[in-house]
């Protein structure tokens, strides 16, 4: 049990183009989704929290307008990143909590903005 | 701000000897949490302890919570190479798995 996804599991854009990542939780209703960027040879930073129905919450630092995220069911969260540029290549990972104190991660998503 | 050390940074260890990874906080933890990622891919859940003095077992993974709840060591005993990979702690300082800070990250590399 407790399984989360993403899709897609690698993305590559030009510059200026907007991309929509998907996590989803497959058996479980998750009350609350996590957003988190990971560098390479880095942990993880998060970015922002969203519950189901309402606004996410942003960490210090993350620009709500340009990473816009959607957690519209209690499956089902995105996030896009607006107006992509190459700063913004980095592994997207999200996570899902539901009636458990345990996040469980999906199996993130790589993006590489050219 | 929530401060998470872990350490070592990076371990190589023969196969079939033990090992320990420590993960540090700067303040008192609701809950500490213990996950394994594959480079490139997502973590793994392995133990979360919320207990002062806590401890839990997975097979040959063994986790620990001190009294104060500020410490937690994750000891693997007779390793595999399965068990490679990078081991993050994450801290949970608001309670209920709101939000979690993590270590990070050690290294783990078997040697055959």
């Known amino acids: 049990g407790a399984v989360v996804s993403q899709h897609p599991s690698r993305v590559i854009c030009k510059s200026g183009t907007s991309v929509k990542i998907e996590c989803r939780s497959l058996?479980?209703?998750?009350?609350?989704m996590f957003w988190y960027r990971q560098f390479p040879k880095q942990s993880l930073m998060l970015m922002a929290t969203?519950?189901?129905?309402?606004?996410?919450?942003?960490e210090q630092g993350v620009e709500k307008d340009k990473f816009l995220i959607n957690h519209a069911s209690l499956t089902l969260s995105t996030l896009t990143v607006t107006s992509a540029h190459p700063e913004d290549s980095s592994f997207y990972i999200c996570?899902?909590?539901?009636?458990?104190?345990?996040?469980?991660f999906g199996p993130g998503t790589r993006l590489t903005v050219l | 701000s929530q401060e998470l050390e872990q350490s070592p940074q990076s371990l190589i260890v023969q196969e079939g000897k033990n090992l320990t990874i420590n993960c540090t906080s700067s303040?008192?933890?609701?809950?500490l949490y213990w996950y394994k990622q594959k480079y490139g891919e997502g973590l793994i859940f392995l133990m979360m302890?919320?207990?002062?003095?806590e401890e839990k077992s997975h097979e040959k993974i063994t986790a620990k919570l001190d009294e104060k709840k500020q410490q937690s060591s994750l000891h693997i005993t007779a390793s595999q190479p399965s068990h490679a990979g990078i081991y993050l702690c994450?801290?949970?300082?608001?309670?209920?798995?709101?939000?979690?800070?993590f270590g990070q990250g050690t290294r783990l590399t078997i040697n055959p």
């Open positions: 996570s899902a909590r539901g009636q458990t104190d345990t996040q469980y």
């Open positions: 302890l919320q207990k002062g003095g």
């Open positions: 969203s519950n189901e129905g309402s606004k996410a919450t942003y």
């Open positions: 994450g801290a949970d300082t608001f309670g209920g798995a709101q939000k979690l800070v």
């Open positions: 303040k008192t933890l609701y809950g």
């Open positions: 058996d479980f209703q998750a009350t609350t």
